[in-house]
Nanobody, 127 residues
Framework: VQLVESGGGSVQAGGSLRLSCTASGATYSRLCFGWFRQAPGKEREGVAT???????KYADSVKGRFTISKDNAKKTLYLQMNSLKPDDTAMYYC??????????????????????WGQGTQVTVSS
């Protein structure tokens, strides 16, 4: 599975960005997907995740501001980020994993649960 992120950039606080992640080499509809981020000097943390039945889970810090979605036909995962804050500044990574048999039902924000990672896209929010 190859993952390529895009859509990062610099924005002022209160602004919006939409990240995209295109997958190849995968049975896309079966995969569990997640967005993660890592700020300098901090551990990688889960931001949002989505499963096969479009079940989602969000970190408390982004609930109500970020929305994860996917387009199976385009094999693309999205993260719509609104009301951005300086604390959202980080490298954002797309990740994927195959569930243990069948579709992805159990979603996870734990980075160690994921096998495939993109190279990341930088998001910088200025105050």
């Amino acid at each position: 599975v190859q993952l390529v992120e895009s859509g990062g950039g610099s924005v002022q606080a209160g602004g919006s960005l939409r990240l995209s992640c295109t997958a190849s080499g995968a049975t896309y509809s079966r995969l569990c997907f997640g967005w993660f981020r890592q700020a300098p000097g901090k551990e990688r943390e889960g931001v949002a995740t989505i499963g096969s039945i479009l079940n989602t889970k969000y970190a408390d810090s982004v609930k109500g501001r970020f929305t994860i979605s996917k387009d199976n036909a385009k094999k693309t995962l999205y993260l719509q980020m609104n009301s951005l804050k300086p604390d959202d500044t980080a490298m954002y990574y797309c990740a994927a994993r195959y569930p243990r048999g069948g579709p992805c039902i159990a979603v996870s924000l734990v980075p160690e649960d994921y096998n495939y990672w993109g190279q990341g896209t930088q998001v910088t929010v200025s105050s």
